[in-house]
């Protein structure tokens, strides 16, 4: 099955900066590598995603960029802003299983 | 769409009573999961069906766990006798993986043993 780990599990920023959290997966097959955001009391929800046929993808101010090489992908966030505070979820697909296996999280708190 | 929905939101009973938690996917749909979150644990996949069939039950943790998808719009999961140690949040998630692997949540059930 897919081992992953996620670093770190906590962070805290301030408003503006950036932050960067990464995600390393065991399955050498996998070729879809999305990223979750679950705000309190909900269930998470995907923010970006991608696939193994580009290394990076931006969307306004979160971007994902992927190292097929060495196994891992990240979710960098600018311009931080209150609302981005939640946990972050990496969930790299287990081929084997053809379904997402989901990182340890990763709280993210922006003080304003 | 209204997207996934679970109920109940909230589930409290005692050690030993049996527990339904329910899911209606979102329509379309042909892949359902469950997933239990815990402090402890994070995010763990117990079960997913594709076409109404259970696929992958590897992530079941006992016999006390059973999961049901009678029909493409709604499916259960049964916890009897529930425990103590089965106290999370039950997620239930869809996907249509001929769209892409997206999985959609639902607001999940909290449920506590007492």
């Known amino acids: 099955g897919e081992n992953v780990e996620q670093h770190p599990s906590t962070l805290s920023v301030q408003e503006g900066d950036s932050a960067v959290i990464k995600c390393t997966y065991s399955?050498?097959?996998?070729?879809?590598f999305p990223w979750y955001k679950q705000e309190l009391g909900k269930g998470p929800q995907l923010i970006i995603d991608?696939?193994?046929?580009?290394g990076e993808k931006k969307d306004q101010r979160i971007a994902v960029t992927l190292n097929k090489t060495a196994k891992h992908f990240s979710l960098h966030i600018t311009e931080t802003q209150p609302e981005d505070s939640a946990v972050y979820f990496c969930?790299?697909?287990?081929?084997?299983?053809?379904?997402?296996?989901f990182g340890s999280g990763t709280r993210l708190q922006v003080q304003p | 769409d209204a997207g996934v929905i679970q109920s109940p939101r909230h589930e409290v009973t005692e050690m030993g009573q049996e527990v339904t938690l329910r899911c209606k996917p979102i329509?379309?749909?042909?892949?359902l999961f469950w997933y239990r979150q815990t402090m402890m644990r994070g995010l763990e996949l117990l079960i997913y069906?594709?076409?109404?069939?259970?696929?992958?039950d590897s992530g079941m943790p006992e016999d006390r766990f059973s999961a049901k998808m009678p029909n493409a719009s709604f499916s259960t999961l049964k916890i009897q006798p529930s425990e103590p140690r089965d106290s999370a949040v039950y997620f239930c998630?869809?996907?249509?993986?001929?769209?892409?692997?997206?999985?959609?949540f639902g607001q999940g059930t909290r449920l506590t043993v007492v």
């Open positions: 969930a790299p697909l287990d081929t084997g299983r053809r379904a997402l296996t």
């Open positions: 991608i696939r193994s046929n580009v």
């Open positions: 069906f594709n076409n109404n069939v259970p696929i992958d």
């Open positions: 329509s379309g749909h042909n892949s």
């Open positions: 399955d050498s097959a996998s070729n879809y």
């Open positions: 998630a869809s996907s249509f993986p001929l769209r892409g692997t997206e999985a959609f």
